[in-house]
T-cell receptor
Framework: GAVVSQHPSWVICKSGTSVKIECRSL??????MFWYRQFPKQSLMLMAT?????????EQGVEKDKFLINHASLTLSTLTVTSAHPEDSSFYIC????????????FGEGSWLTVV | TQLLEQSPQFLSIQEGENLTVYCNSS?????LQWYRQEPGEGPVLLVT?????EVKKLKRLTFQFGDARKDSSLHITAAQPGDTGLYLC??????????FGTGTRLLVSP
């Protein structure tokens, strides 16, 4: 079946630095991918819609200059957390779906970010 | 703003008991999905319901979509420890875009 992979699975970075998380669709092309954030013991909150070849669409309250999204190819979207702070520590998950899948959406394994 | 409210937020039961999780919204969704998520992993799709009033069964799990397509329920019969996890409903807003519910954390003890 369709697979979406994220890298890295976990990352620790120092406060003030930037960190990049990749989301890849391994066996299908995705013009649209989605990025979610999940704090411990909470649900997934949609951050932004990543659009191949164009600017991402951010949800209300999400800082676009802090969470940079690049969807440079049909199989790769990246989320860069800039000037990370401890409050950015969270589980970040992406999703994507092939155009033929109807309602089937595939999620990545998630990436744990810890900012120290 | 969370558009989908789930209840209960947390449920701790003994093996063999039955339970129902509710997912309610004031918005209408073209479809609604239920996921289960294990700690440190991405959510895994359990079912998609599309038609108002639709009922789907997946072994011991029964899913229902409200007639007005604003709410849904998940019923588990004879729960097992392997059912432990975070259950999430998610409403579809347009193509592929999901809004997740607040989540229900289920713990089934042997």
């Amino acid at each position: 079946g369709a697979v979406v992979s994220q890298h890295p699975s976990w990352v620790i970075c120092k406060s003030g630095t930037s960190v990049k998380i990749e989301c890849r669709s391994l066996d299908f092309q995705a013009t649209t991918m989605f990025w979610y954030r999940q704090f411990p013991k909470q649900s997934l909150m949609l951050m932004a819609t990543s659009n191949e070849g164009s600017k991402a669409t951010y949800e209300q309250g999400v800082e676009k200059d802090k969470f940079l999204i690049n969807h440079a190819s049909l199989t790769l979207s990246t989320l860069t957390v800039t000037s990370a702070h401890p409050e950015d520590s969270s589980f970040y998950i992406c999703s994507a779906a092939p155009g033929y899948s109807g309602n089937t959406i595939y999620f990545g394994e998630g990436s744990w970010l810890t900012v120290v | 703003t969370q558009l989908l409210e789930q209840s209960p937020q947390f449920l701790s039961i003994q093996e063999g008991e039955n339970l129902t999780v509710y997912c309610n919204s004031s918005s209408v969704f073209s479809s609604l999905q239920w996921y289960r998520q294990e700690p440190g992993e991405g959510p895994v799709l359990l079912v998609t319901v599309v038609t108002g009033g639709e009922v789907k069964k997946l072994k011991r799990l029964t899913f229902q979509f409200g007639d007005a397509r604003k709410d849904s329920s998940l019923h588990i019969t004879a729960a097992q420890p392997g059912d432990t996890g975070l259950y999430l409903c998610a409403g579809a807003q347009g193509f592929q875009k999901l809004v997740f519910g607040t989540g229900t954390r289920l713990l089934v003890s042997p």
